[in-house]
């Protein structure tokens, strides 16, 4: 069965914090992706990356960085929190493989900064 | 133009009915279409997804392309109160994985 894990369903921090989030997949999928859902403005992409140790942007990277070191995890970073970075934040992994490149989503984090 | 377009609703229909949902797409290109349903609070989950050789059937879903006119529609028979949800479009244009999601659209189904 598909599994997607995030490290936490709701987070609180403080303006200028150093934020972590992680996510792990236990599917073996070449690619992961970082989103945020906001309402009104849909998903939109922060990061992805095909491999380890590779990243790209994606359409809103600004105060963001990502780390992937190893296959299964997918770190985002947010270096210095604030207070328009509150929002859910999704992460998500496919395969480049056969099955339509289907993103399979964690239950995301709901982050909220003060 | 955006890439992917829905209707972001309020889709009302009662039980039983056909609620039919449509999404625009501006690649031409593009091969793999996807439809995931996301509930209140939750995360988006796969319903289903078609390639661009034809339309596909799963219980009460079925999703259609009409790759003249551009958009795909999911059709959901005999609708129930627990399919109220957001729909979320998605379109592989360039065929690498990285998906162009529209906004969704919001079904109700009244009992």
């Known amino acids: 069965d598909v599994k997607v894990t995030q490290s936490s369903r709701y987070l609180v921090k403080r303006t200028g914090e150093k934020v972590f989030l992680e996510c792990v997949q236990d599917?073996?999928?070449?690619?992961m992706f970082w989103y945020r859902q906001d309402p009104g403005l849909g998903l939109r992409l922060i990061y992805f990356s095909y491999d380890v140790k590779m990243k790209e942007k994606g359409d809103i990277p600004e105060g963001y960085s990502v780390s992937r070191e190893k296959k299964e995890r997918f770190s985002l970073i947010l270096e210095s929190a604030s207070t328009n970075q509150t929002s859910m934040y999704l992460c998500?992994?496919?395969?480049?493989?056969?099955?339509?490149?289907?993103?399979?989503f964690g239950p995301g984090t709901r982050l909220l900064v003060l | 133009q955006k890439e992917v377009e829905q209707n972001s609703g309020p889709l009302s229909v009662p039980e039983g009915a056909i609620a039919s949902l449509n999404c625009t797409y501006s690649?031409?290109?593009?091969?793999?279409f996807f439809w995931y349903r996301q509930y209140s609070g939750k995360s988006p989950e796969l319903i289903m997804f078609?390639?661009?050789?034809g339309d596909k059937e799963d219980g009460r879903f079925t999703a259609q392309l009409n790759k003249a006119s551009q958009y795909v529609s999911l059709l959901i028979r005999d609708s129930q109160p627990s399919d109220s949800a957001t729909y979320l479009c998605a379109v592989d244009p360039s065929n690498t994985g990285k998906l162009i999601f529209g906004q969704g659209t919001t079904l109700q189904v009244k009992p």
């Open positions: 998500a992994s496919s395969t480049p493989g056969a099955g339509g490149k289907t993103q399979y």
């Open positions: 690649d031409r290109g593009s091969q793999s």
């Open positions: 078609i390639y661009s050789n």
């Open positions: 599917m073996d999928h070449e690619n």
